[in-house]
């Protein structure tokens, strides 16, 4: 089964900027679509962005623009690069086989503070 390992959360003033990363072990990395989600305080988790295997991109509305997935198959790692931060964006990020609703990491903590 799948295990996730998320890292680069952290505390950044509105505008700033984080690096996330997820390290997966136990599958074909290569071969699965990947995606990024998050969860607010009170909220659902919703998904953020995705990338294919093959390099397709996909991002929620509230992030285009902004955000940036992307990934090394050599190293087993999904990043998504986040510019611009604003306090809505202030959640717990998670990385997932996309469209898997099970073997979640610990995900990353996200806060955007001035």
């Known amino acids: 089964q799948v295990q996730l390992v998320e890292s680069g959360g952290g505390l950044v003033q509105p505008g700033g900027s984080l690096r996330l990363s997820c390290t997966a072990s136990g599958i074909m990395f290569r071969f699965y679509a990947m995606g990024w989600y998050r969860q607010a305080p009170g909220k659902q988790r919703e998904l953020v962005a995705s990338?294919?295997?093959?390099?397709?991109?996909n991002y929620a509305d509230s992030v285009k623009g902004r955000f940036t997935i992307s990934r090394d198959n050599a190293k087993n790692t999904v990043y998504l690069q986040m510019n611009n931060l604003k306090p809505e964006d202030t959640a717990v990020y998670y990385c997932?086989?996309?469209?898997?609703?099970?073997?979640w990491g610990q995900g990353t903590q996200v806060t955007v503070s001035s």
């Open positions: 990338r294919t295997s093959s390099g397709s991109t």
């Open positions: 997932n086989v996309l469209d898997n609703d099970a073997n």
